[in-house]
């Protein structure tokens, strides 16, 4: 049986009976972890197995957000800690290809850590314009304010975690960075006229439109649509994300559970989907909202499970890499963006 078009969060570090009956009657397209998924490698290990298990699906997609910075689900001592996105835009303002080559080496690290537990996708790179007066739920997520510098080094980050065996999932189109609130707490309004965003915001996806996968925001751009957030706008899914932009990957919402959006999960599912977005992205692990996400899903067919089979062959093998090296590399060119390392 296909897949449904839904990634779902579980409840903490091992799959419930409850949990394994909903995969394998509700089939999700894939997993997201959180820090209340990861304790332990082996135990990590062991739940995206299970999960893959459950579903029937070996190849399920599995993701994470292991951004670096504040958005981190892998922390040390376990794991590394990694540098925020703004440390290589301070970089790379001075010395571009030095700032490419310090993303690069974080995002090929962050995959080589990511690899081996079975995780498949880091929702990574963010290309949000850094703006000031805007709000610090993006913040130093943000490379830079140049739009030119943030798609030099959001390909710098996809090309590493490429090479480490992981597909990036570029955030959050078509741009969260001017707006004015969290969307995890309310529905920020962007009242930019729509020629400055497509000549400022737009540009770093239009950049890296041919990348696998995408996630929207849950952010209304006034000028374009006056009402609905990206994530439930056709206009802006079909004549922005995929006209204007010209990605034509498997496009993702951000997680429906946040505040930003309205209405129960069905509704908000449903307003995704019939917006013209692939696949919903349900967070919480809470079962009832599960459940009314699912019901609602449809199957991951046509030009759907075309877009997903598309990304989920960009998967290689992990090329050959020395991570002692590129640590000791990736700090050393941080600190000239006054960025002290923590303890190796």
């Known amino acids: 049986m296909a897949a449904k078009a839904f990634i779902t969060g579980l409840g903490g570090p091992r799959l419930t009976r409850d949990e394994r009956l909903f995969l394998g009657d509700e089939r999700p397209f894939g997993l997201i972890l959180f820090a209340r998924n990861c304790r332990e490698p082996p135990e990590i290990e062991d739940l995206v197995a299970g999960f893959r298990d459950a579903v029937s699906r070996p190849e399920a997609p599995v993701l994470i957000d292991q951004e670096g910075g504040r958005v981190q689900r892998l922390r040390p001592p376990l794991w590394r800690d990694y540098p925020p996105a703004r440390v290589y835009g301070r970089l790379g303002e001075d ?159 951000d997680d429906i559970g946040m505040n930003a959006l309205s209405g129960d999960f069905a509704r908000r599912a449903a307003a995704a989907y019939d917006a013209g977005v692939d696949v919903v992205l349900h967070c919480s692990g809470a079962l009832p909202e599960m459940r009314a996400v699912a019901g609602v899903a449809p199957e991951v067919s046509g030009r759907v499970a075309e877009r997903a089979a598309a990304a989920l062959q960009r998967l290689e093998a992990p090329q050959s890499f020395d991570a002692d090296a590129a640590w000791k590399e990736l700090t050393e060119l941080c600190r000239r963006a006054d960025w002290p390392p923590p303890q190796a």
Do not use: W
């Open 95 to 253: 010395e571009p290809e030095e700032g490419a080559r310090a993303a690069f080496l974080a995002a090929r690290l962050i995959a080589a850590e990511l690899e081996p537990l079975g995780v498949t996708v880091n929702c990574s790179p963010v290309l949000d314009l850094a703006r000031p007066g805007a709000t610090e739920a993006i913040g130093d997520r943000a490379f830079s304010a140049d739009p030119e510098l943030v798609a030099r080094l959001g390909r710098a980050v996809a090309d590493g975690l490429l090479a480490g065996g992981v597909l990036p999932l570029m955030k959050h189109m078509p741009g969260h960075g001017r707006a004015p609130s969290d969307s995890h707490a309310t529905l920020p309004r962007v009242d930019t006229p729509r020629a400055v965003l497509e000549e400022s915001d737009f540009r770093p996806f239009d950049g890296l439109a041919d990348l696998p996968v995408g996630m929207t925001a849950h952010v209304v751009y006034t000028s374009i649509d006056p009402v609905k957030p990206a994530t439930t706008s056709e206009i802006i899914v079909n004549d922005v994300i995929r006209g204007v932009i010209g990605f034509q990957g498997l496009l993702l919402t």
